[in-house]
């Protein structure tokens, strides 16, 4: 792509790359683009991380990022699915990390890193039956207020982790009222 038309892009259009599959919210912005060797691309927004599927790219919003890491060229990615709710609290689980190799990552990796941990408020880890959970209270973008995700270690006793979930978001609730 010519300087001149990178230039124009960001201009007059909204700064993805030509061929992208998604949709952009209309708040959404585009923070950093970089190219995945082998076709596609990972575009960091305002609101998360388009990463491109087989039928086109889907945004992972910075909250359901659980672990990036960057290292010889590659951007290795643990995507949370939201699997239900302990009162107030959200249950996550880990899917297995995906690898993106960059072309040339620019800035992207630093980009995602940024709002990977500024969506962080504060983390903690509790022993629970048969292993433990991660606490995490993170900012969602586009909402309000403050999310508590609970996340538990594999093996990790599920009905403690649902009862325990709850009874921290009361607390939580509690605390700010």
Do not use: C
């Amino acid at each position: 792509m010519s300087v001149l038309r990178k230039l124009l892009d960001k201009v007059v259009g909204d700064g993805t790359p030509d061929g992208f599959a998604g949709t952009l919210e209309q708040e959404e912005t585009v923070v950093v683009v970089a190219e995945v060797r082998g076709g596609g691309h990972l575009v960091a927004t305002s609101l998360g991380l388009w990463v491109s599927t087989g039928d086109g790219a889907r945004r992972i919003g910075w909250h359901l990022l659980s672990k990036v890491t960057w290292g010889d060229g590659v951007l290795a990615v643990v995507e949370a699915d939201e699997i239900g709710e302990a009162g107030d609290a959200v249950l996550l689980t880990d899917r297995p990390p995906h690898r993106y190799a960059l072309v040339d990552p620019g800035k992207l990796p630093h980009a995602v890193h940024q709002r990977v941990t500024g969506s962080i408020r504060s983390r903690h880890h509790r022993d629970l039956p048969g292993g433990g959970a991660w606490f995490v209270q993170r900012k969602v973008p586009g909402r309000d207020g403050i999310v508590l995700q609970v996340r538990a270690d594999p093996g990790t006793d599920a009905n403690a982790v649902r009862t325990v979930a709850a009874e921290v978001a009361i607390k939580i609730r509690e605390a700010l009222q």
